[in-house]
T-cell receptor
Framework: DTEVTQTPKHLVMGMTNKKSLKCEQH?????MYWYKQKAKKPPELMFV???????INESVPSRFSPECPNSSLLNLHLHALQPEDSALYLC?????????????FGPGTRLTVL | GEDVEQSLFLSVREGDSSVINCTYTDSSSTYLYWYKQEPGAGLQLLTY?????DMKQDQRLTVLLNKKDKHLSLRIADTQTGDSAIYFC????????????FGAGTRLAVHP
């Protein structure tokens, strides 16, 4: 199984809603990533978890709250988002450690904030 | 700082070769990558090159690296309509965790 799955595929939410994005992998990878990709732009790193601990937070606003409850699962909790947060949210995973290990990307969740 | 630049658009005829270019700034990058993104999809790693290599060939794909000029290119031989996508080059930043810095992406359009 070399797949990263993300749910939901699409999400529409209002600015007062609370929602969560979910990412799952069963490849035994101990590093997991959240990226944000705006239309016609490259992905930008948001968070990195290594061995279930938050290792990198790229100065992301607190309305985005990541969680790594176990080695297979990564969540992104959303609260009080703004319309400019509408984007494709990509999850990725890789083997931790070592200089080269491929990052496997999920298909993304397309988020629209109204 | 880290920065990766690419031309934004390339149009080729089916069967021709495509060459997508990229320049990067972090000379300490150990690996450089090419990713493909089809509409509405995630990113697929196409190939990568270790910084002590000049060239890597993988079936229809050839990667050339000029470390002196910090220039990376991806050549796709016999380009097919299924190759139409956005191609991102990326470098790994120093500091661990394999943090990827992506270029803006080159949209490849293949026409008959």
């Amino acid at each position: 199984d070399t797949e990263v799955t993300q749910t939901p595929k699409h999400l529409v939410m209002g600015m007062t809603n609370k929602k969560s994005l979910k990412c799952e992998q069963h490849m035994g990878h101990r590093a997991m990533y959240w990226y944000k990709q705006k239309a016609k732009k490259p992905p930008e790193l948001m968070f990195v978890y290594s061995y279930e601990k938050l290792s990198i937070n790229e100065s992301v606003p607190s309305r985005f709250s990541p969680e790594c409850p176990n080695s297979s699962l990564l969540n992104l909790h959303l609260h009080a988002l703004q319309p400019e947060d509408s984007a494709l949210y990509l999850c990725a995973s890789r083997q931790a450690g070592g200089q080269y290990n491929e990052q496997f990307f999920g298909p993304g969740t397309r988020l629209t904030v109204l | 700082g880290e920065d990766v630049e690419q031309s934004l658009f390339l149009s080729v005829r089916e069967g021709d070769s495509s060459v997508i270019n990229c320049t990067y700034t972090d000379s300490s990058s150990t690996y450089l990558y090419w990713y493909k993104q089809e509409p509405g999809a995630g990113l697929q790693l196409l190939t990568y090159i270790f910084s002590n290599m000049d060239m890597k060939q993988d079936q229809r794909l050839t990667v050339l690296l000029n470390k002196k000029d910090k220039h990376l290119s991806l050549r796709i031989a016999d380009t097919q309509t299924g190759d139409s996508a956005i191609y991102f080059c990326a470098e790994s930043s120093t500091g661990g965790y394999n943090k990827l810095i992506f270029g803006a992406g080159t949209r490849l359009a293949v026409h008959p």
